[in-house]
């Protein structure tokens, strides 16, 4: 960890170092509307690939998916834009987007289309802005929004809705658990389908946690905030500096 962390900071010195003797070419290829299609928004949420080595690219009103050569556009809601995406150890793709949510799935040509599951939710449960954050583990996909957090049960095949007491600001999955900020609250972990404080979770009251990174064999987190820099977190010791 402590390398990726000297790697990232040095990044931006080296592109921004003056390069003498040569022009530096990095394999970087880019793609505008203009590839994939004036129809489309120049203009991208998230991205990932697949087992395949397929890219997906979210959009409005659905998904761009690249194989190398073809671009194809995946609808899955009419006016909105596709902001999270995740790839489950199962192989499936999870989306989230502006007021729906749900996954992909092969048709009878061998093609991907959305399926959703936010329409499983009671009347009650559908209001909710855009879902930033998606994360997918062995048996649970996480689909936060500032509103609510959403968690679909791959075996009972069902939807739990979690309600803040504030608002939700970001959420990360490390080793299966999720944490979650919580605006005015502070750091919390979902246990046995209730959130509950961490310890000393309550330094993050009013500060905003940007990355969550496993950091040594021990169980320890790096925390990464904006304002004040890097925290470890020890589920034993606390919050430290």
């Known amino acids: ?115 959703s599951l936010s329409n499983l939710l009671p009347e009650e449960d559908r209001f909710f802005s855009t879902i930033w954050s998606v994360h997918t583990t062995n048996n649970r996909v996480f689909f936060q929004a500032e509103e609510c957090l959403y968690v679909y049960r791959y075996q009972e095949m069902d939807v739990q809705t979690i309600y803040p007491e504030t608002s939700f600001h970001t959420s990360f999955t490390i080793d299966s658990l999720l944490y979650i900020r919580e605006r005015g609250r502070g750091l919390m972990v979902l246990r046995e389908g209730s959130l509950v404080p961490v310890t000393g979770g309550s330094a993050f009251t009013d500060l905003g946690i940007f990355g969550m990174f496993p950091y040594d064999g021990e169980g320890r987190i790096l925390i990464v905030t904006q304002e004040k820099g890097l925290y470890l977190y020890d589920a034993n010791k606390g919050i430290e500096r």
Not at 35 to 54: F, K, M, Q, S, V
Not at 75 to 88: C, D, H, I
């Open 1 to 115: 960890m402590r390398i990726i962390l000297s790697v990232l900071l040095l990044f931006p010195v080296l592109l921004s170092a003056p390069v003498r003797g040569q022009n530096l070419k990095l394999p970087i290829s880019n793609y505008t509307n203009k590839a994939y299609g004036r129809d489309h928004e120049p203009t991208n949420y998230c991205i990932l690939t697949d087992h395949r080595n397929l890219v997906y690219a979210g959009n409005a009103n659905g998904i761009m998916e690249y194989d190398g050569s073809e671009w194809r556009f995946i609808p899955v809601r009419q006016g909105a834009y596709v902001t999270s995406m995740n790839l489950s150890p199962h192989g499936v793709i999870f989306v989230g987007s502006q007021q729906a949510f749900g996954f992909l799935v092969t048709d009878q040509t061998g093609s991907l289309i959305y399926r």
